[in-house]
């Protein structure tokens, strides 16, 4: 008979075992005094000390649906690689020879010295992807939010944002000092109550997401037109999640039901998502991109996106063009994993899409089954608040259209397993 081994299946501690060590003060200098540092410093602490700290872990090799810990291989239903493109040749051959030619960095801003031939190309490639007259591009999804609400928003004007709307939307917001309020998710009854009570002497932005990133719905596009033909409102949506993924070649959203994107006011993305690369853009008029290029703080004021990541983006754009069958085959796969989901009574919520919440509910019980799936070789850090609503803990199962039949039972076995028996142990034993 085989002998038995006990295999240690903790996530590395990225501390170095400071939260493990003998301080009690942790957080104690006076810089940290605060309610918040308290609560990240207890949570920390908390989970360190029993396994269940799965977040900050450092691959090896390429992340995509499978990842590399130390040396075991996991299965990653955390990455945004939605098409399956990291590590593909045609991508990294051609960043190796951009950089090559023309090294890492444009040396500057746009505006002064840092614009070069390969920004405009991509600018242009984006804006006949997308169906808008014009793009301007940034160095993150984050920074290209930042840029609508420091540019373009005026404190003085109001701003609906959907309650479910990226906290990148919502720091952008607050550091402008926007006036804004929420009305229900996805819900354009909601929108049109709150849009009849305002003054039509204001300005009025309606700012929306194509996917939402942490429920997986997709935006009522149709409907919110109607409305804002009726109110004349400004609309912005933000298409990090559905950018590459909706409608049959991925242009987005508007696609998906049918819409020309120029209805759209503003459109903004990131392009690190089923895009593999890193920077963010806008879409829109030739006018408002002129604009933008002359007055938001993160174009004129942030290094030129760099050429490898450029050359990265404009070689995606093209397979994306050339393969709509990676789009076919995410949308089987999330098609398959969310009726297999809902068909054993796993609660999904109102997912629509390639992301698929588990949703737990309880802090504890979200961070306990997280840990269950790590010690099986699944990666999916929680959910938990202040990320999501207090008792919304959740896993986020993001689908990868190179996933196996046979991978997406495995995790939906061990979710079931997590949840049913609600293991707590650190070790599991196996046989050598």
Not at 234 to 250: C, M, N, P, R, Y
Not at 346 to 357: A, D, E, F, K, V
Request: with cysteine.
């Amino acid at each position: 008979m085989k002998n038995k081994k006990v295999v240690n299946n903790l996530p590395k501690d990225p501390f170095s075992g400071y939260f493990l060590s003998d301080k009690s003060h942790r957080f104690g200098q006076k810089l940290l005094q605060t309610q918040i540092s308290s609560f990240w410093s207890r949570l920390i602490s908390k989970t360190v000390s029993k396994g269940q700290y799965n977040y900050l872990q450092s691959g090896e090799l390429k992340s995509t649906s499978k990842i590399q810990l130390g040396k075991r291989n996991f299965l990653n239903v955390s990455s945004y690689d939605y098409l399956g493109l990291i590590g593909n040749r045609e991508i990294e051959a051609s960043t190796i020879k951009t950089i090559d030619k023309y090294g890492t960095s444009t040396g500057g801003v746009r505006l002064l010295s840092g614009s070069h031939v390969l920004h405009e190309e991509l600018e242009h490639k984006l804006a006949v992807f997308k169906g808008t007259e014009a793009t301007i591009t940034y160095t993150s999804g984050y920074m290209a939010n930042l840029a609508i609400a420091s540019a373009l928003i005026d404190p003085k004007d109001t701003v609906l944002i959907d309650e479910k709307i990226h906290m990148s939307i919502m720091d952008a917001l607050s550091m402008a000092k926007s006036n804004f309020e929420k009305f229900s998710h996805n819900n354009m009854e909601d929108l049109e109550l709150k849009l009849k009570e305002l003054s039509t002497h204001k300005r009025i932005f309606v700012i929306v997401e194509g996917i939402y990133s942490m429920d997986g719905s997709i935006l009522d596009l149709p409907n919110l037109i109607l409305l804002k033909k009726k109110y004349e409102f400004f609309l912005v949506i933000d298409e990090a999640h559905s950018f590459g993924i909706l409608g049959k070649t991925g242009r987005g959203v508007n696609e998906h039901f049918g819409i020309d994107a120029k209805e759209v006011d503003i459109w903004t993305s990131s392009l690190s998502k089923a895009i593999p690369s890193n920077g963010g853009f806008i879409g829109g008029s030739r006018e408002l991109i002129i604009f933008l290029q002359h007055q938001s703080s993160p174009y004129v004021f942030s290094s030129a996106l760099n050429l490898g990541s450029v050359a990265a983006i404009i070689k995606s754009l093209e397979i994306i063009d050339r393969h709509p069958e990676k789009i076919e085959s995410l949308w089987k796969n999330t098609n398959y994993f969310l009726n297999s989901c809902r068909q054993i009574g796993l609660n999904t919520g109102i997912s629509q899409s390639q992301i698929t919440p588990i949703i737990v509910g309880a802090r504890k019980q979200t961070l306990e089954l997280s840990a269950f799936l790590f010690r099986h070789k699944i990666l999916s850090p929680a959910a938990v608040f202040p990320a999501v609503p207090f008792n919304e803990g959740r896993l986020r199962i993001c689908m990868n259209a190179d996933m196996r039949v046979e991978e997406l039972d495995y995790i939906i076995e061990k979710i079931e397993c997590g949840l049913k028996n609600n293991v707590k142990a650190n070790t599991i034993q196996e046989y050598s």
